[in-house]
């Protein structure tokens, strides 16, 4: 049995466990299921959060680093890279506008994570002087420091430095590239040692969610996905082809019909690194892309450009903050889109593998990372929709790249 069937079943026996506790409280065995519930749950998310720091650090590293590959330092990594930014930032934009237009999770407080609540402190970020002063003093510092405390954003901000150093060094650096990349797939290793875990720790907090928690939340969940999924798709289906027929001159009809494959092979999934090989053919063979742009464009918009996992935890952080009862300023706001723009950056392209970037999400503004049982039930079934808008943005960058360096012959006379 596949992990994400394993997943889809520990959900319905967690949700229907759930159920039977919740209309049975007076039950000889209620107290101990929760309290066990309990310990299921928080090994899960413990393990979760002592993979976060590492793998962030080691995933935005060697994303930034490969930006050496081939000594490829030129128009088109610069063009590849505003792109990036680009569609990234539009993708936040729609993700926290529509959450906020239809208020996803308002109305209701959950009680299960006030606990976890009181040991987080939410940045002072009510004006513009105190959000600039609090990320200057909570980013730039010590990295052994950041790294000891978890403080995320700090370790993202030298992880960036460190990986353009790695780039300017050139091959200087060669062998801190490679332990780098060793660690990195190590970290790997390690998330897949967790994800087995997985359908043991999912069953246990969406057991003790029901049981514990008012079920009404399970509509406002519906609500949420539906949101997402809508906007996600119209992010795909209207942002996306129009920069593409913008600035990529090509018809969105033409490039759905030569991309087809990558996307269905992607919607399936789930795993934007696997179609990766197919999204290279597709670029090459029916957009038209040339071998050396594709070559370049598509693996690192693989590790830097993921716009549906932006727009989704960008959504999802407010949606809970909502549903906690948490008001988030504008500051905090702010601080969501930069955090799930760097997260999307740290995301592996494997499935599910986007709930540990989550948890980065979430501890930037103070809510608890216990809060992604709230996420859990839907997480699959969005990632399919989210990954397919990633590879389809990926394919879309490299023929947008590939026209704007047109005028070079050879890519080594850009650099």
């Known amino acids: 049995m596949s992990l994400n069937t394993q997943i889809l079943f520990a959900a319905i026996i967690g949700l229907a466990f759930g159920f039977f506790l919740k209309y049975n409280p007076d039950l000889s065995f209620f107290d101990s299921s929760i309290y066990l519930l309990g310990i299921a749950s ?3 998310i413990g393990l979760l959060k ?11 590293v060697v994303g930034v680093s490969n930006l050496q590959s081939g000594g490829q330092l030129g128009r088109v990594w610069k063009t590849t890279l505003i792109c990036c930014v680009t569609t990234t930032t539009l993708a936040l934009i729609l993700g926290i506008g529509c959450a906020h237009l239809f208020e996803v999770g308002k109305g209701m407080n959950i009680n299960l994570f006030q606990e976890a609540m009181q040991s987080h402190q939410t940045p002072d970020t009510m004006t513009p002087s105190a959000f600039f002063t609090n990320f200057i003093q909570n980013t730039l510092i010590n990295p052994f420091k950041a790294f000891s405390d978890g403080n995320v954003l700090a370790v993202v901000v030298f992880a960036l430095f460190l990986g353009v150093a790695l780039v300017k060094g050139g091959e200087r650096f060669n062998s801190i590239r490679g332990l780098s990349q060793q660690f990195f797939d190590l970290m790997m290793m390690l998330v897949g040692w967790v994800m087995k875990l997985a359908p043991l720790g999912i069953l246990a907090l969406l057991a003790k969610l029901v049981a514990t928690e008012d079920i009404s939340i399970l509509s406002r969940l519906a609500e949420f996905a539906a949101v997402v ?3 996600t798709i119209f992010h795909g289906l209207v942002v996306l082809p129009l920069l593409l027929w913008i600035f990529g001159r090509m018809s969105p009809i033409r490039f759905f019909r030569g991309a087809r494959i990558p996307l269905v092979t992607a919607f399936a999934t789930s795993s934007s690194s696997a179609v990766m090989p197919l999204s290279l053919k597709a670029a090459q063979e029916n957009l038209g892309v040339r071998p050396h742009i594709a070559g370049f464009v598509i693996p690192l918009g693989t ?3 993921m716009d549906g996992t932006a727009l989704y935890e960008a959504a999802a952080a407010l949606f809970i903050a909502n549903l906690i009862g948490l008001d988030l300023s504008l500051g905090q706001q702010v ?3 930069l955090t799930a723009m760097i997260a999307s950056l740290g995301a592996p392209g494997i499935p599910s593998a986007g709930m540990v970037t989550m948890i980065m999400v979430l501890q930037s503004v103070g809510l608890p990372a216990e809060a992604i049982a709230i996420l859990l039930p839907i997480d699959r079934l969005l990632d399919t929709v989210r990954t397919v808008v990633n590879v389809q943005g990926d394919m879309m960058i490299s023929v947008v790249v590939d026209r704007y360096s047109q005028p070079a012959k050879d890519l080594q006379s850009e650099v």
Not at 50 to 60: A, E, Y
């Open 42 to 44: 928080s090994i899960f």
């Open 50 to 60: 002592m993979l976060l720091i590492p793998l962030i650090f080691s995933s935005i």
């Open 229 to 231: 999924t809508g906007t």
């Open 303 to 305: 590790q830097l450009n």
């Open 335 to 337: 601080i969501v889109c």
